[in-house]
């Protein structure tokens, strides 16, 4: 176990860190202080050199996360969100920058600023029972924690409109249909599956993994020309690195490779 929080409970598997958000009477829904606790959090494994993966999840089997909690949504003032909004949007984007590469294992019902979460993951694995909403125009808000960025950019343009304009509640299938979800499995085998895929990322060399993440959210963001610069660059890098030398060592003779991040 790692430190102890509030809103989470944080627990270490070997090199993969199970991060769940744990307020379960409230839909897991969250507060300031969840998405302070949160970036604390992040700020723990980020420096935590044993941890490679992260997969985040809410508690129960009913919500993975309602959103902002409404006693939250009852004192939010224009002064509010002009002056403090970007630093919760940051919260969420340090996920999605975040050193190692995140899984969502999306365990039932995403709504709001909760699905805008779990759009920061790196791969969302969602349990065949989840259900999905953007629905802040019903209550006379754009969504405002990165969701007409990241969903539009996860489903395309007409999608994210569809979604957001409408409020609509979409199952499970049809969130794997518009790829908005990458992995669909039955709940029960939810957490396996999400620990399966965290250990064979685990396995890799965390160097090749960095560089590879930050190239692929480059990819979003950056004419071609840059992309391949940075691909070129984390090559460069990466093969000067003892994992690059372990990797081929391991391969010519014939074992499984351990991997230092070194």
């Known amino acids: 176990m790692m430190s102890s929080y509030n809103d989470f409970t944080v627990e270490k598997k070997g090199a993969i860190a199970l991060v769940t958000l744990n307020r379960p009477h409230k839909g897991n829904s969250w507060t300031l202080d969840t998405y302070q606790e949160m970036e604390k959090i992040q700020e723990d494994l980020h420096y935590d050199d044993e941890v490679r993966v992260v997969i985040f999840t809410g508690a129960g089997d009913k919500f993975f996360c309602a959103g902002a909690d409404l006693s939250l949504l009852a004192k939010l003032t224009p002064h509010f969100i002009s002056r403090d909004l970007y630093r919760y949007q940051g919260i969420n984007t340090r996920w999605?920058?975040?050193?190692?590469?995140?899984?969502?294992?999306?365990?039932?019902?995403?709504?709001?600023?909760?699905?805008?979460?779990?759009?920061?993951?790196?791969?969302?694995?969602?349990?065949?029972?989840?259900?999905?909403?953007?629905?802040?125009?019903?209550?006379?808000?754009?969504?405002?924690?990165?969701?007409?960025?990241?969903?539009?950019?996860?489903?395309?343009?007409?999608?994210?409109?569809?979604?957001?304009?409408?409020?609509?509640?979409?199952?499970?299938?049809?969130?794997?249909r518009i790829g908005l979800v990458d992995i669909l499995v039955e709940p029960e085998n939810l957490l396996n599956e999400a620990l399966k895929m965290a250990e064979q990322i685990a396995g890799m060399p965390p160097y090749a993994i960095r560089f590879a993440k930050k190239a692929i959210n480059l990819a979003v963001d950056a004419p071609l020309e840059i992309g391949l610069m940075y691909e070129e660059a984390g090559s460069t890098f990466c093969m000067g690195t003892e994992d690059k030398k372990e990797a081929v060592d391991s391969i010519l003779e014939k074992r499984q490779p351990k991997f230092h991040g070194r």
């Open 96 to 176: 999605d920058r975040f050193i190692k590469p995140v899984i969502m294992a999306i365990n039932g019902i995403t709504v709001g600023s909760g699905l805008e979460l779990a759009l920061c993951g790196d791969i969302r694995i969602a349990s065949s029972s989840s259900l999905f909403s953007i629905n802040e125009v019903r209550i006379g808000l754009n969504p405002d924690m990165g969701g007409t960025q990241r969903l539009t950019r996860t489903v395309g343009p007409s999608q994210a409109k569809r979604l957001i304009f409408t409020a609509e509640r979409i199952d499970a299938q049809e969130a794997a």
